[in-house]
T-cell receptor, first 117, second 111 residues
Framework: AQSVTQPDIHITVSEGASLELRCNYS??????LFWYVQSPGQGLQLLLK??????LVQGIKGFEAEFKRSQSSFNLRKPSVHWSDAAEYFC???????????????FGKGTKLSVKP | SQTIHQWPATLVQPVGSPLSLECTVE??????LYWYRQAAGRGLQLLFY??????ISSEVPQNLSASRPQDRQFILSSKKLLLSDSGFYLC??????????FGQGTRLTVV
């Protein structure tokens, strides 16, 4: 069955430190991969996505992620965390559905990021 | 880009009462629309998706139903709420070759 695993429920890092959030997936074909961020009580905002091509993907807010097929992973990284990055982060996999859109997603359970001053 | 409007933002309803959550989309036409639920400790789960007016697919059996009376309107309903229906409900839209855009969500508490 298709699934997404985010092994870290909660991570705390100091402001200015580097960050890596882990994501592993189980999927029959080459998936579309996404990272979304959710601030408390808010909807989800897309950080970045991978469909094909270069396995290192750049996103908004200084985030990047690397697709590693051999490890079935799509980890999110940021070299220097800011206090405003405190939020919950969701990894998701999907495929094209009707019309070519990518809204039919399987999400991980999320990783909550806290940032220490 | 697309803008997704959801209301209400929060809702407290007694067990057995009906439910209607509305979602409307701006900035696109003929989108695919989705209802997700985020329950505590369970991540986000796709409940319904729609590829067009009156075309609804249900992903999980449940106490809820969805309708799409207009191209950019998606409604989530229940005739009788259960305690287990509590959660954060998110509407999403995707069209053309795009990823999903999400609304701000509705926090439903069934008491």
């Amino acid at each position: 069955a298709q699934s997404v695993t985010q092994p870290d429920i909660h991570i705390t890092v100091s402001e200015g430190a580097s960050l890596e959030l882990r994501c592993n997936y189980s999927y029959g074909a080459t998936p579309y991969l996404f990272w979304y961020v959710q601030s408390p009580g808010q909807g989800l905002q897309l950080l970045l996505k991978y469909f094909s091509g270069d396995t290192l993907v750049q996103g908004i807010k200084g985030f990047e992620a690397e697709f590693k097929r051999s490890q079935s992973s799509f980890n999110l990284r940021k070299p220097s965390v800011h206090w405003s990055d405190a939020a919950e982060y969701f990894c998701a996999v999907g495929e094209e559905d009707y019309g070519g859109s990518q809204g039919n997603l399987i999400f991980g359970k999320g990783t909550k990021l806290s940032v220490k001053p | 880009s697309q803008t997704i409007h959801q209301w209400p933002a929060t809702l407290v309803q007694p067990v057995g009462s009906p439910l209607s959550l509305e979602c409307t989309v701006e900035g696109t036409s003929n989108p695919n629309l989705y209802w997700y639920r985020q329950a505590a400790g369970r991540g986000l789960q796709l409940l319904f998706y729609s590829i067009g007016i009156d075309q609804i697919s249900s992903e999980v059996p449940q106490n809820l139903s969805a309708s799409r009376p207009q191209d950019r309107q998606f409604i989530l309903s229940s005739k009788k709420l259960l305690l287990s229906d509590s959660g954060f409900y998110l509407c999403a839209s995707a069209s053309g070759n795009t990823e999903a855009f999400f609304g701000q969500g509705t926090r439903l508490t069934v008491v």
